[in-house]
């Protein structure tokens, strides 16, 4: 399918417009039509387009003046003069201005179709010659994901592989350990390197809201709706659109994008008119899709969808020494950013086993709070444990929550027995709390929306547990 999706043709002439019309929709191309260069004029500045194909003798505003107000307003849209009058010095007059190529009256449309291939082509040379440069450069997308241990090696190897090809990708892990940084690298290492990157937070949208946001909706879909608006996916159109926290979309929300994913088109709430877009969809969760399908809470047929390749990014425990590499970087940055009297010039020894020893539940972004902390607080040029957060160095007693298995027990289930700790954990917490979730997933070491997840997971009344403590 062609990369140029949104085609805006301009020509006086109705037989042109609907000849055009016609072949250029059946080789994949959404196109609209005008009849002079005011009209385009408006129609761009209403939707997004990648090529103008325009006539030059028009009424109003004619082709080359078209051209010279788009090259000012809309200097990357790829235009092309096409005229019954035509001749070398007009050619080289519509080039000189911006145009890309000049196409003679009459010809036959399969000539356009020709012209739109090589401006495709020409383009993807173009991203291919950037993601390379990318790929390789000091600040490339690999080298921004820092880490020399055995899972981030891992993790950098699948991402060039899978940067290049088209399928869906679902990013897990745990909250705070780069999902969005990898999605980035996957499209910044792609040949839709230089078209858009979108990301947006499912979680963090009003259901009633989602299906406008994701999707657009025509004027006067809902009440609010006084103009037409674009949806992220449209808006991505060619590039990588990044749906985080996957797992929060609403059912009726998940059965529209399940359709984009099948069809490769959008239909605006409120609008008859579907739509072709071409996106990549790179989706995340923090929560266990598969355990949300068993409970019927995420379709099925969507999760398959979404799962065609996974990345499990690790978490901060489980990669060694990257975790004193990172806090180097994040001393580092927070050093110039702070303009310290004093530069920090590195750890304690006792501050580098804490960095180490820690098991760091917030992974990379706590790291990084603990480091600008410590960074505003350090009064040497060494940072100490002192400066570090106070659950580095003194750690509560955990709960007894655990019955070991004898050899008469009839469960064994590693897993069940995790469930059982860390739901006395979260008891234990709210308990010490009396029931206040944002300091219960303080002493939990876990954000507050992983908490709610995991109350709602366990079935526990926060306030009901809250007055056990209180007694």
């Known amino acids: 399918m062609p990369a140029l999706r949104h085609v805006l043709i301009a020509d006086d002439e109705a037989s042109i417009r609907h000849v055009l019309t016609l072949v250029l929709a059946e080789h994949g191309y959404d196109v609209r039509a005008v009849s002079d260069g005011e009209e385009a004029l408006k129609e761009l500045a209403a939707r997004d387009y990648d090529v103008v194909l325009s006539d030059v003798r028009m009424p109003k505003l004619d082709g080359l003046q078209l051209l010279e107000k788009v090259k000012v307003t809309y200097p990357a849209l790829t235009f092309l003069v096409m005229s019954a009058y035509g001749s070398k010095d007009l050619a080289l007059e519509a080039v000189a201005k911006g145009a890309y190529d000049f196409i003679e009256k009459p010809f036959k449309p399969e000539e356009v179709v020709f012209v739109l291939k090589k401006v495709e082509e020409r383009q993807r040379l173009l991203r291919e010659n950037q993601r390379l440069r990318g790929a390789i450069a000091p600040s490339g997308p690999l080298q921004r994901l820092l880490g020399d241990s055995e899972p981030m090696q891992a993790l950098k190897k699948q991402i060039s592989k899978l940067a290049p090809v088209m399928s869906t990708v679902l990013i897990t892990g745990e909250s705070g350990t780069g999902k969005e940084l990898v999605a980035r690298a996957l499209h910044e290492l792609s040949p839709r390197a230089s078209m858009p990157f979108v990301a947006i937070n499912c979680g963090a949208i009003a259901p009633t809201l989602i299906e406008s946001e994701l999707f657009g909706h025509a004027r006067g879909a809902f009440t609010d709706a006084k103009t037409a608006r674009r949806g992220v996916f449209s808006e ?7 749906l985080d926290e996957i797992g929060e979309l609403p059912m009726a929300a998940q059965v529209k994008l399940l359709r984009v994913l099948q069809e490769s088109e959008v239909r605006p709430v409120g609008e008859s008119r579907a739509e072709k877009v071409d996106v990549r969809v790179v989706a995340a969760s923090l929560r266990d899709l598969q355990a949300l399908v068993s409970k019927s809470e995420f379709r099925e047929d969507l999760f398959f969808r979404l799962n065609v390749v996974p990345i499990q990014v690790p978490a901060l425990r489980q990669r060694g020494d990257d975790v004193l590499k990172l806090a180097r970087h994040f001393l580092e940055r927070f050093n110039r950013e702070f303009n310290r009297e004093i530069p920090l010039a590195g750890f304690t020894d006792e501050a580098e086993e804490l960095l180490k020893r820690y098991a760091w539940p917030g992974n990379v972004r706590e790291l990084e709070n603990a480091l600008e902390r410590a960074a505003l607080l350090a009064d040497g040029p060494l940072v100490a444990p002192a400066v570090l957060p106070e ?38 917490a709210l308990q010490k709390t009396k029931g206040n979730r944002t300091r219960a997933a303080e002493l939990l070491e876990i954000s507050h929306r992983a908490l709610l997840y995991k109350l709602k997971d366990y079935g526990i009344d926060a306030d009901a547990e809250g007055e056990k403590g209180a007694v």
């Open 236 to 242: 991505a159109d060619g590039g990588t659109i990044f």
């Open 391 to 428: 659950k580095l160095w003194s750690r509560p007693a955990a709960p007894s929550a655990l019955s070991l298995p004898s050899a008469q027990s009839t469960n064994y289930s590693l897993k069940r027995a995790i469930e059982q700790v860390e739901e006395s954990f979260i008891r234990a």
